[in-house]
């Protein structure tokens, strides 16, 4: 099993940047699909970004909410995935978890996900 723990959140003002972090344990993040969540007070949780870590391949949301703003890396030493998150916007405003699956497909939906942090709130103020 892998254990995920997200840092990084915090109160920013619109057209700040962050960088969240969700450090793994237990085991490699290259046996997992890897993908960021969001979940706006009221709302459905949101895919953001997914991402097989053995091979690099992935995709963003397909809507113009995330896709260049934000970006998915890596660190294989760390066994830590980020989430740079640039040009926010207070509809950013969520709290965002981190997800792991295994297998290979690259999975969009909470519910195929086995594995969550606790997640992380990050709030951008206008």
């Known amino acids: 099993q892998v254990q995920l723990v997200e840092s990084g959140g915090g109160l920013v003002q619109a057209g700040d940047s962050l960088r969240l972090s969700c450090a793994a344990s237990?085991?490699?993040?290259?046996?997992?699909?890897m993908a960021w969540f969001r979940q706006a007070p009221g709302k459905e949780r949101e895919f953001v970004v997914v991402?097989?870590?053995?091979?690099?391949?992935?995709?963003?949301a397909d809507s113009d909410s995330v896709k260049g703003r934000f970006t998915i890396s890596g660190d294989n030493a760390k066994n830590t995935v980020y989430l740079q998150m640039n040009s926010l916007k207070p509809e950013d405003t969520a709290v965002y978890y981190c997800?792991?699956?295994?297998?290979?497909?690259?999975?969009?939906?909470?519910?195929?996900?086995?594995?969550w942090g606790q997640g992380t709130q990050v709030t951008v103020s206008s």
């Open positions: 997800a792991a699956t295994s297998g290979a497909t690259l999975r969009i939906t909470p519910d195929e996900y086995d594995y």
């Open positions: 237990g085991r490699s993040i290259r046996n997992y699909v």
């Open positions: 991402r097989r870590w053995s091979d690099g391949t992935g995709y963003y």
